[in-house]
């Protein structure tokens, strides 16, 4: 696992009391650069914990930071006992914190659902992205990239027996989705094997007809994936980036060598490998640093599919406090201050479509030379920058292969059924009160 010196470890009894979870939090531990005695807590102890010991002091942007601790550590087990709603509520009521983190550190966040592109959603029409149901099995990350605000804390179930168990329920009730992400809000390779909860959730998929676990991670820790029983059911998916990004902006994660490399490992041992260009942040060689590292995952690997995004989600002001400004591409960041486009304008703000556009197609032109054929999507891009480039993409916003959505079985190259109308046609959104 990640080299790590957190400022506290917590575990809920619910932990504690289970020899097999016990020992995976033990070996979790011994793994650590340097010895801390886990805080074994209750329920009732969350709010002294939150409020007295500052759980969350460390949490932000970490690029916003003058320093960036590794994350404290919290480990508990997901419940399935129907009481969601009451616990949280309690939890809320009892300390300064949202709904959602509430609901992570008591347990009740298997997964999600998203309803994107549906009814409520309020980005719908502002972004590509199909509903689904979205796995979660930690929140918090030790990557330290300076565009993130997951660092400070790492919330870690151990229970992925009882998680599976009742994965397969909403799988059963949900046939329409084929692929389950894991996960948006942490890195989950980074405490393993110690854990030793993805290897079990793995073979566990391994033993499935026609469904599949995607993994979304920027890690270089995957040697020890290889002897696991995984029957072709996992995908495996790597954000990477140039090099001055993953050195200067990413520093945890691995280089893109790195990432590369452990993606190569993952492919030889049977696992079918993807890449995402997520974010692109237009450093000053981008062009020449993103052909290098497209070279380099033609070289040592073949994906099904590569995915391209942008740098977006916020004004320029606040790009410009996240990232070294100095490594930005004038070009790119005089664009987006002249256009001043703004997440109320649209979620792919800052920078404004011309920019994109050349950024994706000269990615685009690059990944050509090595592989004509292979699919290449705009992942959560605007409808608008669908249009501008479908033809050069060969598909549509509605017909893509998205790198970690519901359809994106191995080798698929396009859609058969539209995203939006099987997800909305079929039982969906209603999977949380267990």
């Not at 650590?32 to 886990?38: Q, T, W, Y």
């Not at 508990?76 to 616990?87: H, L, M, P």
């Not at 993130?148 to 799988?171: H, K, M, P, T």
């Amino acid at each position: 696992m990640y080299p790590l010196k957190p400022p506290a470890v917590y575990a809920h009894e619910s932990v504690a009391g289970n020899p097999q979870y016990r020992a995976r939090l033990e070996r979790v531990v011994a793994a650590l650069e340097e010895p801390v005695e886990p805080v074994i807590y209750a329920d009732d102890d969350l709010p002294r914990i939150i409020a007295q010991e500052n759980l969350f002091e460390n949490c932000g942007i970490m690029g916003e930071m003058d320093e960036v601790p590794d994350p404290k550590l919290v480990f508990n087990t997901f419940r399935f006992d129907g009481r969601r709603k009451e616990r949280v509520e309690w939890l809320t009521g009892q300390a300064q914190i949202s709904p959602e983190l509430a609901t992570t550190l008591l347990g009740y966040r298997p997964w999600t659902w998203a309803n994107y592109n549906l009814e409520g959603d309020p980005a719908r029409h502002d972004k590509v992205c199909r509903p689904c149901w979205r796995m979660h099995f930690q929140r918090g990350c030790a990557h330290k990239c300076s565009y993130c605000g997951l660092g400070g804390v790492l919330i870690s179930a151990v229970n992925s027996d009882e998680w599976c168990d009742n994965l397969g329920r909403l799988i059963q009730a949900h046939p329409w989705q084929e692929t389950y992400l894991l996960e948006d809000d942490a890195d989950v390779p980074g405490l393993e094997p110690e854990l030793g909860c993805l290897g079990e959730i793995i073979e566990w998929f391994g033993t499935l007809q026609d469904r599949y676990l995607i993994i979304h991670t920027k890690s270089w820790n995957s040697a020890w994936i290889s002897d696991l029983r995984h029957s072709g059911n996992t995908i495996i998916v790597w954000s990477i980036s140039g090099d001055t990004q993953s050195r200067e902006i990413e520093p945890v994660c691995g280089t893109t060598g790195e990432r590369i490399e452990a993606a190569r490992v993952a492919q030889d041992a049977g696992y079918q490998v993807r890449y995402k260009f997520k974010p692109i942040v237009p450093v000053c060689n981008w062009r020449e640093e993103a052909t290098a590292a497209i070279d380099l995952v033609f070289e040592n690997t073949s994906p099904d599919l590569i995915s391209l995004c942008m740098y977006m989600w916020q004004d320029v002001a606040t790009m410009k406090r996240r990232l070294p400004v100095e490594l930005l591409d004038p070009w790119a960041l005089e664009a987006a201050e002249e256009a001043g486009i703004t997440p109320s304008d649209t979620r792919t703000a800052p920078f404004p479509d011309d920019v994109r556009a050349e950024v994706y197609l000269h990615y685009l032109r690059e990944i050509r030379r090595h592989a004509p054929d292979l699919p290449v999507s705009l992942s959560t891009e605007s409808f608008t920058m669908w249009k501008r480039l479908e033809a050069e993409l060969g598909c549509t916003a509605t017909n893509y292969v998205c790198g970690c959505g519901p359809n994106s079985t191995p080798g698929r190259a396009c859609l058969t059924q539209h995203p939006f109308k099987i997800a909305a046609a079929g039982p969906q959104g209603d999977f949380n009160s267990m």
